[in-house]
């Protein structure tokens, strides 16, 4: 829950109090008494009353009680003198008096899952989107200096680990990758950048390669204010390179979380590879693997076994060669049976490689989806998310997840939240096709109409679309809509048939497969 008053924000799940939008640093004593004093705002608490509730009933002297009351008042910006948030009742105790707003933890959730109207996705010109109460902070693709382009995937690579490394950090909202790679190679104004991805910071720098030696050089801008808060210019060898990954991103955390960096003494707490050339391969895929097609989930593949064969302990390279092999199966590229074992084995590979890497998890959560193992892979999918907060790709399988096991309406709002995540995601056609499946399985046939136009006029070859597009049509009562979806369903994945979607699409109920086997019916598909 989130107390609003005054210019602050007391949130009790988080256990943080904000000014503005600026943490205030409260001892967890002092901040439990806070929070007892506002719960309780209806009423006067006595001293036994917060004896019991703040101290367990221990014993308390009036000087310790005392000393915490002033500072909960200073905490706040209040006094014993003004009393305009927590008023002294005279031999009877104390009462918060201050206005107070409530807001659910979901309701910031659910904010933050609304996606942009969807005829802005296509004029950034006009989408600006609202800040997150958390620091916000994009990470813009580094510069390539070294004059090659095949190094382009190395400064890539830079950036990519230090957007994963911000987060792991909970404290903070760190647009996906993907958004932030559409910047990539333009001249660009940060404060457009800030407005159309919705943050208040932006990481910008460069990367020059020179035989074994490496130069990186990394600016904080305080969009707000226009000022920049934090610069450095790092020299050193290439074995060094994750090192300073991991000095860039503590540099940014002191930088605009001091206090939680030093309760934290933040670290990456991840496995780098063994080798640098398995590493760039990883993120040469990636590039690939965004795109969606048939020809580049083949290209991913082979570099990903390339990167798998240098460095098999590299957890991330046999967790994106699992999900990228789900992903075929999924579109209808490959034979499902045959996929999945291959995709188990990479994914469990990826687990025993580290265990602390999202993408092993999201991997997992793949698998296990398609296998119909429901409760395991939405544990996957949230421990993947619990990892790495910020990863929309595993919180817009996650919302597929949800949908295809029946609750339609979290898969929604799941789904609607990695929209927000990455606002302008490559991926952002599989977010709009899950919304689209939570509204099909929900009777809102109108809805997922919609949306799977949207997901098609990102990805046009996009399977699941097609799918959701036509049966959604059918049920709807608009059958030539629902005819002419099905003939571009079966361009799309030529070996569709009722067969196919009964053994392949893992529907959780019976009831929810029988609904869509009836719609595809409808619409012609034999």
């Given at each position: ?20 939008s ?10 439990d ?46 006094s ?62 580094f ?27 909970r ?130 593949q ?31 590229w ?69 949908s295809?096991?029946?609750?339609w ?5 799941a ?43 990102q ?33 799309a994945?030529p ?31 034999d």
């Amino acid at each position: 829950m989130q107390f609003l008053f005054a210019d602050q924000t007391l949130d009790t799940d988080r256990r943080e109090l904000r000014r503005s939008s600026e943490p205030v640093d409260v001892e967890p004593q002092v901040l439990d008494l806070l929070i007892y004093l506002v719960e309780n705002r209806d009423r006067v608490v006595s001293k036994d009353d917060l004896i019991a509730s703040v101290w367990n009933g221990r014993i308390v002297s009036d000087a310790t009680l005392t000393s915490r009351i002033y500072a909960v008042r200073k905490a706040v910006g209040d006094s014993g003198r003004n009393q305009t948030l927590i008023r002294t009742i005279a031999r009877k105790g104390l009462r918060f008096v201050g206005a107070v707003r409530t807001q659910s933890n979901r309701d910031e959730q659910a904010a933050l899952a609304t996606p942009p109207p969807l005829d802005q996705l296509d004029d950034p010109a006009r989408l600006v989107l609202p800040l997150p109460t958390r620091p916000a902070i994009a990470v813009l693709p580094f510069s390539n200096m070294s004059g090659d382009p095949e190094q382009e995937y190395f400064s890539d690579g830079i950036s990519e680990d230090i957007t994963t490394a911000l987060s792991k950090l909970r404290w903070f909202f760190v647009i996906a990758r993907n958004s932030s790679f559409t910047y990539k190679g333009k001249a660009v104004n940060i404060k457009q950048v800030a407005e159309e991805l919705g943050v208040g910071y932006v990481l910008e720098g460069s990367v020059r390669k020179e035989g074994d030696r490496v130069r990186i050089t990394a600016q904080l801008n305080d969009v707000i204010t226009g000022s920049h808060i934090w610069a450095q210019r790092y020299d050193r060898g290439l074995a060094d390179v994750f090192a300073v990954q991991d000095e860039i991103t503590e540099a940014i955390v002191a930088s605009i979380e001091p206090q939680l960096y030093a309760a934290e003494n933040f670290r990456a707490r991840r496995k780098p590879p063994d080798s640098m050339d398995a590493w760039e391969l990883v993120m040469r895929a990636l590039s690939h693997y965004a795109r969606m097609s048939r020809e580049d989930n083949v290209v991913a593949q082979t570099l990903l076994e390339k990167a798998i064969a240098i460095d098999p302990k590299y957890g991330q390279a046999s967790g994106l060669f699992a999900a990228n092999h789900m992903c075929s199966a999924h579109m209808g590229w490959a034979d499902m049976a045959t996929t999945v074992q291959i995709a188990q084995r990479a994914a469990q590979a990826a687990i025993r490689a580290d265990r602390e890497d999202p993408w092993a998890h999201h991997a997992l959560g793949c698998v296990h989806l398609f296998r119909r193992r429901f409760d395991d892979s939405l544990a996957e999918f949230e421990w993947a998310l619990s990892l790495n907060p910020n990863f929309s790709l595993s919180q817009g399988y996650y919302g597929l997840a949800l949908s295809y096991y029946g609750r339609w309406e979290e898969g929604d709002l799941a789904a609607r939240r990695a929209l927000r995540l990455s606002p302008r995601d490559p991926f952002s056609a599989i977010f709009c096709g899950a919304a689209a499946l939570a509204q099909f399985v929900g009777r809102n046939y109108d809805e997922a109409m919609r949306l799977s136009r949207e997901a098609l006029r990102q990805r046009r070859d996009y399977v699941g679309a097609h799918r959701v597009l036509t049966a959604a049509a059918a049920m709807a009562g608009q059958h030539d809509v629902a005819k002419a979806a099905l003939q571009e369903l079966r361009r799309a994945q030529p070996n569709i048939s009722l067969t196919w979607v009964a053994n392949q699409m893992p529907f959780k109920l019976d009831t929810d497969r029988e609904h869509y086997l009836e719609a595809l019916r409808r619409a012609g598909l034999d």
